[in-house]
């Protein structure tokens, strides 16, 4: 059993990108600028904007922060959206989610200018990202097909079930794992599929990706699998000093010893979720996606 260590891979690609910034802006241009639309006080949302405010200032970007309370209109926030899409000092941005329930979430993907689109959500990075054309691919598939490629782990040919059907994790990952740079062969499973247990039991690469804690046990793991667990559910633990720790889908402690690589929770697939935006940011900042 060995780790694939996120923590790890998510500081060589920051140090990658920092040195990239330098570059930028040695050469006379402005440092990337990343902006980020939070709604509410959500206590996960926070987290996740506070961190990604800390990654742009690690490597050199600029941030900004859009703060709106629970009760700011649809129309309030898809012109601040339209203001954003105008402002040729904003390379990419994104909009927190969940966003509250009386505002339409898909409205405001579908607003977002598709070449500031950092998150990967807009329509068109999807197509485009379906017919293999360059996109902006959602960070956490992103960051796990990144994982797999700096292990070197082998996918040609090998099968990959992915637990979980979501268009943020489980969907793009199926698509970017069978594309002819991976060749793996893929089978999506969720909530209804049959013998779920033997379907899993056949994976090369399992991928865990359906947000409920410890789904995954050692019998639905075949000796030697790469498992990767996208699970981040927070649970009590008056053990630690916040009250509660991160678990994932996997059951760690019995699927590791069945394994060949397994990521850790926390320290895998969150880390490489951030940077995956900073490296967004990067292809937005450069026009390497839209010219």
């Known amino acids: ?127 485009r990202m379906v017919i293999g054309m360059p996109a902006f691919v959602s960070a956490t598939p992103f960051g796990i097909v990144e994982l797999i490629r700096r292990y070197g782990i082998e996918t040609s040919g090998r099968n990959c079930v992915i637990i979980g059907r979501s268009n943020i994790v489980g969907r793009p990952l199926s698509i970017l794992m069978s594309h002819k740079s991976v060749n793996a062969t893929v089978t999506v499973a969720h909530s209804r599929t049959a013998n779920l247990k033997e379907v899993c039991a056949n994976a090369d690469i399992l991928v865990a990706a359906m947000g409920v804690p410890g789904f995954v046990k050692a019998d639905m793991v075949k000796e030697g699998a790469v498992v990767i667990d996208v699970g981040t559910t927070r649970v009590e633990d008056p053990a630690t000093k916040s009250g509660f720790r991160l678990k994932g889908d996997v059951q760690f402690d019995e699927v590791a010893p069945k394994t060949s690589w397994i990521t850790p929770v926390p320290g895998g697939v969150g880390p490489m979720t951030r940077v995956s935006l900073l490296q967004n940011t990067l292809l937005a900042a450069t026009r390497a996606i839209y010219s």
Do not use: W
């Open 1 to 127: 059993m060995n780790i694939i260590d996120g923590k790890k891979i998510s500081a060589e690609i920051k140090a990658e990108i920092a040195e990239e910034v330098k570059k930028l802006v040695d050469s006379g241009n402005r440092a990337p600028h990343l902006a980020a639309i939070l709604v509410g006080h959500d206590g996960g949302s926070e987290t996740y904007v506070a961190y990604k405010i800390k990654d742009c200032a690690e490597v050199g970007y600029r941030s900004s922060l859009i703060r709106f309370e629970d009760d700011v209109t649809e129309m309030e926030l898809l012109s601040k959206i339209s203001e954003l899409n105008a402002d040729p000092e904003v390379d990419g941005f994104i909009v927190q989610l969940p966003l509250p329930r009386h505002i339409n979430e898909q409205k405001i993907i579908e607003a977002i200018d598709p070449s500031k689109d950092v998150d990967g959500f807009h329509p068109v990075n999807v197509g």
